[in-house]
């Protein structure tokens, strides 16, 4: 076979896994795509040399298999050298509802940090977390032959069954790894937890929009009828949004889109003679319903802050803080003598838009005080200012140029080759210049 037709079929393979597709597209959509466009382009004759890649179903199944074997050797082959990794656990279930454990590995490789999935283990459903550590010990330990001595840090959801007191997986992980190895609850968990705790009338607010769209979205026809009707009195939104408790803060989207099609909601639910269209004749409840949209989506916003590969700890305890701020200027803008619901812009327009007595907006202002009140201190709760603290000693990561004396270097007590590292990064006038700008 020619060299280039293998590599070829070997590049296909890879797309193919990449994006999920099935086997048979790379026979089927790709190569005849691919033909299609070198015979526009150039003619007959160099089209027809793309015949000479295998590409057949059972081919490309076997070329992902040894694509991913070298990948898998290539990572194994990095972390037995003796280099140092964290690792995340994150428990979760299958699609038949059995318990499955996670563990991605993080590492540093040629300057560069590398994250990777080391193992997916099926784990028993009537296991002890003793159980789960065995399991998780014998694939890295035993399968993978890795030392748990250069793990230097462990990450989990902080889910009861890793952190729970009977559990002790993290517990025997600390004890088997590196005696100064970190653990540390998942932020866009805690961010989550931080998310849930509501008053009971906005509970309920949340309760019934997620009835409504079950109502709508659990039966076919229903999700097409409305679909047909708001297509017809031309509405920009024609579908609701589903909800999963998974993603607990998916809500966002699926208020507000509740909210913006709550006209036409309530009509199709008088059509449908629901119970669930009184609720949008109480302007209350709508008002709230509005406020919910839009902490939400705001809480969905900080939780996307949260993500990506190129943010560091210190950037993410940056977007904490800043929020936590903000939740204090917004109470104190509602406690005013003159309150504004500028902070929520659906709320704001809808109070423009309707007429509300002013007992009810009093009473709506209590709660969302009452909600922000709650969101500050379990933001406290899951974020201590004393993991802030902590950090300021690592602060010369983040800023290295205000350590410009031998004297202040040493201070932080860092290995030789990080200190003349240091010194280098502080002295360096043209870093200094790109940071600033």
Same mark, same amino acid.
């Given at each position: 076979? =020619?060299? *280039?037709?293998?590599?070829?079929?070997?590049?296909?393979?890879?797309?193919? /896994?990449?994006?999920?597709?099935?086997? @048979?597209?790379?026979?089927?959509?790709?190569?005849?795509?691919?033909? &299609?466009?070198?015979?526009?382009?150039?003619?007959?004759?160099?089209?027809?040399?793309?015949?000479?890649?295998?590409?057949?179903?059972?081919?490309?199944?076997? *070329?992902?298999? %040894?694509?991913?074997?070298?990948?898998?050797?290539?990572?194994? /082959?990095?972390?037995?050298? !003796?280099?140092?990794?964290?690792?995340?656990?994150?428990?979760? %279930?299958?699609?038949?509802?059995?318990?499955?454990?996670?563990?991605?590995?993080? #590492?540093?490789?040629?300057?560069?940090?590398?994250?990777?999935?080391?193992?997916?283990?099926?784990?028993?459903?009537?296991?002890?977390?003793? &159980?789960?550590?065995?399991?998780?010990?014998?694939?890295?330990?035993?399968?993978?032959?890795? =030392?748990?001595?250069?793990?230097?840090?462990?990450?989990?959801?902080?889910?009861?069954?890793?952190?729970?007191?009977?559990?002790?997986?993290?517990?025997?992980?600390?004890?088997?790894?590196?005696?100064?190895?970190?653990?540390?609850?998942?932020?866009?968990?805690?961010?989550?937890?931080?998310?849930?705790?509501?008053?009971?009338?906005?509970?309920?607010?949340?309760? =019934?929009?997620?009835?409504?769209?079950?109502?709508?979205?659990?039966?076919?026809?229903?999700?097409?009828?409305?679909?047909?009707?708001?297509?017809?009195? !031309?509405?920009?939104? @024609?579908?609701?949004?589903?909800? %999963?408790?998974?993603?607990?803060? +998916?809500?966002?989207?699926?208020?507000?889109?509740?909210?913006?099609?709550?006209?036409?909601? #309530?009509?199709?639910?008088?059509?449908?003679?629901?119970?669930?269209?009184?609720?949008?004749?109480?302007?209350?409840?709508?008002?709230?319903?509005?406020?919910? +949209? &839009?902490?939400?989506?705001?809480?969905?916003?900080?939780?996307?802050?949260?993500?990506?590969?190129?943010?560091?700890?210190?950037?993410?305890?940056?977007?904490?803080?800043?929020?936590?701020?903000?939740?204090?200027?917004?109470?104190? *803008?509602?406690?005013?003598?003159?309150?504004?619901?500028?902070?929520?812009?659906?709320?704001?327009?809808?109070?423009?838009?309707?007429?509300?007595?002013?007992?009810?907006?009093?009473?709506?202002?209590?709660?969302?005080?009452?909600?922000?009140? +709650?969101?500050?201190?379990?933001?406290?709760?899951?974020?201590?200012?004393?993991?802030?603290?902590?950090?300021?000693?690592?602060?010369?990561?983040?800023?290295?140029?205000?350590?410009? %004396?031998?004297?202040?270097?040493?201070?932080?007590?860092?290995?030789?080759?990080?200190?003349?590292?240091?010194?280098?990064?502080?002295?360096?006038?043209?870093?200094?210049?790109?940071?600033?700008?």
């Amino acid at each position: 076979m =020619n060299e *280039r037709a293998l590599l070829s079929s070997y590049l296909v393979a890879y797309r193919v /896994a990449k994006e999920k597709m099935a086997h @048979t597209a790379a026979e089927k959509i790709i190569l005849p795509a691919c033909m &299609d466009m070198v015979r526009t382009i150039f003619d007959d004759k160099s089209a027809d040399k793309l015949r000479t890649i295998p590409l057949s179903d059972n081919t490309i199944s076997r *070329r992902i298999c %040894t694509i991913a074997k070298h990948l898998e050797a290539m990572l194994m /082959a990095r972390l037995q050298s !003796g280099i140092d990794f964290a690792i995340q656990l994150d428990e979760s %279930t299958d699609i038949a509802g059995c318990p499955v454990l996670l563990v991605y590995v993080r #590492y540093v490789w040629q300057d560069d940090f590398i994250e990777d999935l080391l193992c997916c283990l099926n784990l028993n459903s009537h296991g002890t977390g003793l &159980d789960w550590f065995a399991e998780l010990e014998k694939c890295v330990v035993g399968q993978h032959q890795l =030392n748990w001595k250069n793990c230097k840090g462990i990450s989990s959801d902080g889910a009861a069954h890793m952190t729970g007191r009977q559990s002790r997986v993290i517990e025997k992980l600390l004890e088997a790894t590196h005696p100064s190895a970190p653990w540390s609850h998942c932020f866009i968990h805690r961010e989550a937890l931080v998310s849930k705790g509501m008053p009971p009338s906005l509970t309920e607010v949340l309760k =019934n929009a997620v009835k409504i769209v079950n109502f709508i979205k659990g039966s076919a026809s229903n999700s097409r009828l409305l679909e047909i009707f708001c297509s017809e009195i !031309g509405v920009h939104h @024609t579908y609701l949004l589903f909800h %999963t408790e998974v993603r607990w803060l +998916s809500q966002g989207k699926v208020l507000s889109r509740v909210y913006e099609l709550r006209s036409e909601i #309530y009509m199709f639910l008088m059509e449908k003679q629901s119970p669930l269209a009184t609720l949008f004749e109480d302007d209350t409840w709508v008002t709230k319903l509005a406020y919910v +949209s &839009d902490v939400f989506g705001i809480l969905h916003e900080l939780n996307v802050k949260l993500q990506g590969k190129t943010n560091d700890i210190f950037q993410y305890l940056e977007h904490i803080r800043g929020f936590r701020k903000t939740l204090s200027l917004w109470q104190a *803008r509602l406690n005013s003598d003159r309150p504004s619901y500028y902070m929520f812009p659906s709320l704001l327009q809808h109070i423009e838009e309707s007429i509300i007595d002013g007992a009810c907006l009093r009473e709506i202002k209590l709660e969302i005080l009452s909600h922000l009140t +709650s969101l500050s201190q379990t933001l406290n709760h899951y974020f201590p200012e004393e993991k802030f603290r902590a950090l300021k000693e690592n602060i010369w990561m983040k800023d290295p140029f205000p350590f410009q %004396t031998p004297e202040s270097i040493v201070e932080l007590n860092l290995a030789p080759e990080e200190e003349n590292e240091l010194l280098q990064l502080s002295s360096s006038f043209t870093l200094r210049t790109i940071t600033r700008h």
